[in-house]
């Protein structure tokens, strides 16, 4: 089997007192999309924290790329292809679009432009406005634009339908899937279960900072206790 592009093993971590990620071990392949669904509050968020270098790591290692990047500071774990679309979007609202851009790509810059607009067609209609101007899902998109002008080799996406209304997380989710067929390998974490579930490949349920359940994607759709707790008790056959 190939070397994971991302491999995270026993991963713990602590605020204060408090055990937030309790021997977290998780895996994404080349070209998979992976996801992580849980209830707020049980560690997703600062799974992904912790994969970027904010949040550091009492225990466990991560491997990005077969590099050991446990603790190592956010910029140096940018600059080797691991790029995340955080939650909340934090976009820089009073910016245009195409400063939002720019400033995302880095070194660069202007150069990805080009290569990357075609996937967003409704940001090329908006490069001039201020970002604060778009809507909700502009929002999204303008965020994982801007993740992926660093040409990510590995996408952290942190609840990307959080706020949306139906239509727009359909269309959020059918662009993870375009950025996956440019060769991007994806981890997403979700309250949405049902919606990551669909989309991806392989995934894990969080809950209290641990990893209860795990395995393909349409299996978890399928299982009782994830339809039980996630799925409003309904068995998705689809």
Not at 68 to 80: A, L
Not at 133 to 150: D, T
């Amino acid at each position: 089997m190939s070397t994971p592009v991302l491999d995270i093993e026993n991963l713990e971590v602590s605020m204060g007192v408090q055990r937030i990620l309790r021997g977290v071990s998780l895996s994404v392949g080349q070209g998979e999309i992976v996801a992580v669904v849980g209830a707020n509050g049980v560690g997703k968020t600062s799974l992904m924290r912790a994969l970027s270098g904010v949040y550091p790591v009492q225990g466990g290692r991560i491997r990005f790329l077969g590099e050991d990047i446990t603790n190592m500071p956010s910029h140096r774990i940018v600059d080797r292809g691991l790029l995340q679309a955080p939650e909340g979007r934090q976009i820089f609202s009073s910016m245009t679009v195409r400063e939002n851009l720019v400033l995302g790509g880095g070194p660069l810059g202007l150069s990805e432009l080009d290569r990357l607009l075609p996937l967003f067609p409704i940001l090329s209609e908006r490069m001039q406005q201020s970002a604060g101007s778009l809507s909700g899902g502009e929002q999204q998109m303008l965020c994982v634009a801007r993740a992926l002008m660093r040409r990510p080799k590995l996408l952290l996406l942190d609840e990307p339908s959080l706020g949306l209304a139906p239509k727009m997380i359909r269309t959020i989710f059918s662009l993870v899937r375009e950025i996956r067929e440019t060769g991007v390998s994806i981890l997403i974490v979700e309250q949405n279960a049902r919606a990551a579930l669909n989309l991806a490949d392989r995934a894990a349920v969080m809950e209290g900072g641990r990893i209860v359940l795990a395995g393909p994607a349409r299996e978890l759709l399928v299982d009782p206790r994830v339809a039980e707790t996630y799925l409003g008790g309904h068995v998705d056959t689809h």
